[in-house]
């Protein structure tokens, strides 16, 4: 499977907003569900949102009411709104597929930081 592509990440302010795209492949779309992760240097990765082919959503504890996810599939593209962000949301976002994951990406850096 391919790779996802993430991108959009950066340096923001405490309070701010963020929006994270994530482009797979467009059999990958339309089959799959699609899930955010993060991850910090010497922790677990964790689930932040995932959307089901149905565009059903759910969202993660540590970000429901601060983070929309949202598809555009013209664009084989999901994407990760986040507001409020905290210090605490600092991480490397990544995304894939569930089942079967495919091979990890490169991810986007996130970091919250006045």
């Known amino acids: 499977q391919v790779q996802a592509v993430e991108s959009g990440g950066g340096l923001v302010q405490p309070g701010g907003p963020l929006r994270l795209s994530c482009v797979v492949s467009?059999?990958?779309?339309?089959?799959?569900?699609l899930r955010w992760y993060r991850q910090a240097p010497g922790r677990q990765r964790e689930l932040v949102a995932r959307?089901?082919?149905?565009?059903?959503?759910k969202y993660e504890e540590a970000v429901k009411g601060r983070v929309t996810s949202s598809k555009d599939s013209a664009k084989n593209t999901v994407y990760l709104q986040m507001n409020s962000l905290k210090p605490e949301d600092t991480d490397v976002y990544y995304c894939?597929?569930?089942?079967?994951?495919?091979?990890w990406g490169q991810g986007t850096q996130v970091t919250v930081s006045s």
């Open positions: 894939n597929n569930c089942p079967r994951p495919s091979r």
């Open positions: 467009e059999s990958i779309f339309n089959t799959y569900e």
């Open positions: 959307i089901a082919p149905d565009d059903s959503i």
